[in-house]
């Protein structure tokens, strides 16, 4: 089995926003999602976590209900979106968009982190945790920075739904650059 990554599930937010490096809470549905999650989830023999709550509770949950141990990296952390944190994204200003879409790993309109600096964060956190039956509880970012590994360029197009993991090699992930 290779490194399970899994997606937080459904954070208290409205449909909408841009919400990366934002802290948010939980949706009231957690409890009976993250259940769910423990009970189909393969073995796995240890956790790390991004530290946002919306990842680190459902982290917590699965450590404590499958007694394993928990590792918080913040190299897991979800896209610093900067001055677009919170803001709807029908709100942002098109050009804004338009130069980030030109240019999706380098260009940063809205002053936060570039996905360039995404995926090397995430690609360092993920090659010192590679190692099998590793879950790592993260954001929809850094899953698609992993799957940039093996899909190239379709991975920013890709969608994982809230609660949801992929799959990945170690050997992939460790020869990663």
């Given at each position: 089995?290779g490194?399970?990554?899994?997606?937080?599930?459904?954070?208290?937010?409205?449909?909408?926003?841009?919400y990366?490096?934002s802290d948010?809470?939980?949706?009231p549905?957690?409890?009976?999602?993250?259940r769910?999650?423990?009970d189909?989830?393969?073995?796995?023999?240890r956790?790390v976590?991004?530290?946002?709550?919306r990842?680190?509770?459902?982290?917590?949950?699965?450590?404590q209900?499958?007694?394993l141990?928990?590792?918080?990296d913040?190299?897991?952390?979800?896209?610093?979106?900067?001055?677009?944190?919170?803001?709807?994204w029908?709100?942002i200003?098109?050009?804004q968009?338009d130069a980030w879409a030109?240019?999706?790993?380098?260009a940063?309109?809205?002053g936060?982190?570039s996905v360039?600096?995404?995926?090397?964060?995430?690609?360092?956190a993920?090659?010192?945790h590679a190692?099998?039956?590793?879950?790592?509880?993260t954001?929809?970012?850094?899953?698609?920075?992993?799957?940039?590994?093996?899909?190239?360029n379709?991975?920013w197009?890709s969608?994982?739904?809230?609660?949801q993991?992929?799959?990945?090699?170690?050997?992939?992930?460790?020869n990663?650059?």
């Amino acid at each position: 089995m290779g490194m399970i990554l899994l997606r937080h599930t459904q954070p208290d937010v409205a449909a909408g926003i841009c919400y990366g490096r934002s802290d948010l809470g939980l949706a009231p549905c957690f409890a009976d999602t993250a259940r769910g999650i423990v009970d189909t989830l393969p073995d796995v023999s240890r956790i790390v976590s991004s530290p946002l709550t919306r990842c680190l509770q459902l982290a917590q949950h699965v450590a404590q209900a499958r007694a394993l141990p928990l590792l918080i990296d913040p190299r897991l952390t979800e896209m610093d979106f900067g001055t677009w944190e919170g803001q709807p994204w029908d709100a942002i200003p098109r050009d804004q968009l338009d130069a980030w879409a030109r240019d999706i790993l380098h260009a940063r309109p809205h002053g936060g982190e570039s996905v360039a600096a995404l995926r090397a964060r995430t690609l360092a956190a993920l090659r010192d945790h590679a190692a099998p039956a590793t879950l790592v509880v993260t954001h929809h970012g850094v899953i698609k920075c992993a799957r940039s590994l093996t899909m190239g360029n379709d991975a920013w197009q890709s969608n994982l739904p809230f609660g949801q993991w992929i799959t990945m090699s170690t050997q992939v992930i460790t020869n990663a650059t």
